[in-house]
């Protein structure tokens, strides 16, 4: 599993939440296309919407390109969606953004059933 967060903090917490999976942590979208860009592949890529340089929408669109699966096994954090083009794709991936805070169990569900389809 691949978590994308520009908050370094996040990243860990994320990391500690899901122990029970083999998480690697990046920082910026840029690290995490170069290394999908390798031929690495994740069950589930976690990453955050917002964040700089590269938002995680632009990472949705550079993974969909290079691997349509791929793509499809990402899921969004957010602390809140504050652009339009923010806010309609929020609304076209509402089944997998979690909103700040959010619901541990919720994510560890919706990641049971990601990796189960894999």
């Keep these: 599993m691949l978590v994308v967060d520009d908050e370094p903090g996040v990243a860990r917490a994320l990391k500690r939440c899901?122990?029970?999976y083999d998480v690697r942590t990046l920082n910026t979208?840029?690290?995490a296309m170069a290394l999908l860009s390798?031929?690495?592949?994740?069950?589930?890529i976690i990453s955050d919407l917002m964040m700089p340089?590269?938002?995680g929408m632009d990472l949705h669109e550079a993974v969909a390109r290079l691997d349509r699966?791929?793509?499809?096994?990402?899921i969004f954090i957010t602390g809140g969606a504050i652009t339009t083009r923010a806010r309609d794709f929020v609304a076209a991936m509402s089944d997998?953004?979690?909103?700040?805070p959010f619901?541990?169990?919720?994510?560890h569900e919706m990641?049971?059933?990601?990796v189960a389809t894999r």
């Design 18 to 20: 899901l122990r029970d």
């Design 29 to 31: 979208a840029k690290e």
């Design 38 to 44: 390798k031929g690495e592949r994740f069950d589930v």
């Design 53 to 55: 340089e590269m938002t």
């Design 69 to 74: 699966e791929q793509a499809e096994r990402m």
């Design 96 to 100: 997998r953004v979690f909103e700040k």
């Design 103 to 107: 619901s541990t169990k919720r994510l």
């Design 111 to 114: 990641l049971r059933r990601r």
